[in-house]
């Protein structure tokens, strides 16, 4: 049994020792390296493939819901699927005025523009509401630190000073006591 242990421990240590893939020249580098690029782009394709795949089925299924319709439906179809498109055109853009102006309105309470996409919603006034929100919070936070470093005790004695009524008596024998020019 100890000796299984060994052999175990041995075997262990070895894959441990080369935990990389050596290569005997470089022409197996080489080899090895195009094996995975093709590998990699192979799977690329068959994913853009099947992609397209996809979206061409959608394209032949529409196209075929499409032909079973009368010209009247067709064109209420098109119509419908126009008025989707523009609803979703506007959206984006009214979420690129909203963002634009989410950054002016942090910029103006001195937030960093960084946190658009905390305080970013389809609506302005909600937008703008959580700008108000954070920018409290913040200075709520920076208040509260404030307030709390400027709690300091009273000054040690420090320097060869003591702290006592007769420190102008102190400081001028100190003064005294250690002039270069007598």
């Known amino acids: 049994m100890d000796n299984e242990e060994v052999l175990d421990t041995t075997a262990t240590e070895e894959k441990q020792a080369t935990p990389y893939k050596t290569f005997e020249s470089q022409s197996d580098l080489d080899s090895y390296t195009d094996k995975r690029v093709a590998?990699?782009?192979?799977?690329?394709?068959?994913?853009w493939n099947n992609e397209l795949d996809t979206k061409l089925k959608e394209r032949e299924d529409e196209a075929k819901r499409l032909a079973s319709m009368n010209a009247k439906d067709r064109a209420e179809a098109k119509?419908?699927?126009?008025?989707?498109?523009?609803?979703?055109?506007?959206?984006e853009l009214d979420m690129k005025a909203?963002?634009?102006?989410?950054?002016?309105?942090?910029?103006?309470?001195?937030?960093?523009?960084?946190?658009?996409?905390?305080?970013?919603?389809?609506?302005?006034?909600?937008?703008?509401?959580?700008?108000?929100?954070l920018a409290e919070s913040v200075d709520m936070l920076v208040k509260a630190r404030v307030e709390e470093l400027s709690k300091t005790?009273?000054?040690?004695?420090?320097?060869?000073?003591k702290a006592s009524d007769n420190s102008m008596n102190d400081i001028a024998s100190f003064a005294q006591a250690n002039r270069l020019i007598k």
Do not use: C, M, W
């Open 79 to 91: 119509l419908k699927s126009r008025e989707e498109a523009l609803k979703q055109r506007e959206h």
């Open 98 to 133: 909203y963002r634009i102006e989410a950054q002016k309105q942090l910029e103006e309470q001195k937030l960093p523009a960084d946190l658009v996409d905390l305080v970013l919603t389809d609506d302005a006034e909600k937008t703008h509401s959580n700008i108000q929100k």
């Open 153 to 161: 005790d009273s000054p040690r004695e420090s320097a060869g000073f």
């Open 39 to 47: 590998k990699a782009l192979e799977t690329a394709r068959s994913k």
